[in-house]
């Protein structure tokens, strides 16, 4: 009769451990998601502020890229047009998690990326 409880209480003590990972792992790979969006209105917002300051394209890349860093994402593409239109493209390094960054179909879906653009004038 022990070793029924015994055995019971191993499964269920595994079945939540594995109900951990996959919580942790998805939740990490949709952080990734929802919060890039916002990344790049903060990154965009940040270069438009110091275009308006300096018209410096370069400062406001400067800036821009500082502000990526901070948030954890890279700049990767940056652009300006007419003094109007603030361009870029950010991406966010693959998420640390515990297992699901061993599955190759999975791997796509731990980093994300996103173009956006903002217009300086709102």
Request: avoid cysteine; aromatic fraction near 10%; hydrophobic fraction near 45%.
């Amino acid at each position: 009769m022990k070793s029924i409880f015994a055995g019971a209480a191993f499964k269920l003590l595994i079945a939540t451990a594995l109900l951990i990972i996959v919580i942790n792992d998805a939740g990490s790979i949709l952080s990734t998601r929802y919060a890039l969006q916002e990344k790049a209105r903060e990154i965009a917002k940040t270069a438009d502020d110091y275009y308006a300051i300096s018209r410096s394209e370069s400062r406001a890349r400067t800036e821009a890229e500082t502000k990526a860093t901070e948030l954890g994402a890279i700049l990767t593409e940056f652009d300006i047009l007419n003094r109007r239109w603030v361009n870029l493209t950010i991406e966010v390094p693959n998420r640390a998690t515990w297992i699901a960054h061993r599955f190759t179909a999975i791997q796509p879906y731990l980093g994300a990326q996103l173009e956006y653009s903002r217009d300086m004038h709102q």
